[in-house]
């Protein structure tokens, strides 16, 4: 009860100040009536409860499940087994993000049916499948983050530039949406128990950094499948 607690105080300290502020600048210095004021109280409510129950659901559930894998991953021995389960771990979680099905509803729409929302989806999925594989690797060969994230980066920016421009702008988009409620805490937690598992690794350096691939693979992914559809 008192963790719980102290998920209410600080999904509090998080929604009220803002809620504060949007309601000055509402009343005070808009001087503009809320129109419904019930319904507005009751969504902040719903609000409040829902991030304290999902604060408290990744505590207890998500992170401890996916720090646990990713300390078992090595007990696979083999590394075509670990480097497999990671890519269907991430292709899998990418798959229940909220935010990736809206890119995808909207990108369908404004293609006009060109680029399909079940073609961003997977793109994408299959870009955060690829990122936990070579996070993985950054881990058992201790790699330089930065000798990865680096020409990564280099292929997506030379690929923006040969794409269509219609799919630039929602490729970039599709990495932001990787750093959801559901991808980020299983990635971070796959990396820092793998890091832990494998022993002479700091957690701090080598089982960080999976979020910034789960960012810059799926923007190559959609931009290499937007290039496909584009120039087909």
Not at 63 to 91: C, D, H, S
Not at 170 to 187: L, N, Q, R, Y
Request: hydrophobic share 55%; charged share 10%; glycine share 12%.
């Amino acid at each position: 009860m008192q963790d719980l607690w102290t998920t209410v105080v600080d999904t509090l300290i998080g929604v009220l100040p803002i809620v504060g502020f949007l309601l000055f600048v509402q009343l005070v210095i808009l001087r503009v009536p809320l129109a419904n004021p019930r319904q507005i109280f009751i969504g902040i409510v719903c609000s409040i409860v829902g991030l304290t129950l999902f604060s408290q659901g990744l505590k207890l559930g998500l992170l401890p499940l996916g720090e646990e894998a990713g300390q078992n991953l090595p007990r696979a021995g083999k590394m075509w087994v670990v480097l497999t389960v990671g890519f269907i771990m991430g292709y899998g979680v990418t798959l229940a993000e909220p935010a990736l099905h809206s890119l995808g509803l909207q990108v369908e729409e404004y293609s006009a049916g060109l680029v399909t929302k079940n073609v961003v989806i997977h793109s994408v999925a299959i870009g955060v499948g690829l990122a936990i594989l070579l996070g993985l690797l950054k881990i058992i060969f201790r790699i330089p983050l930065i000798a990865m994230v680096g020409p990564l980066y280099a292929i997506a920016i030379l690929l923006a530039l040969v794409a269509p421009k219609s799919i630039v702008g929602p490729a970039f988009d599709s990495g932001g949406v990787t750093t959801g409620p559901v991808t980020v805490p299983i990635t971070i937690a796959i990396g820092v128990g793998m890091a832990n598992a494998l022993g002479g690794r700091d957690p701090l350096q080598d089982g960080f950094g999976l979020v910034t691939l789960a960012v810059v693979c799926p923007i190559i992914s959609v931009l290499l499948v937007g290039t496909i559809i584009g120039y087909r």
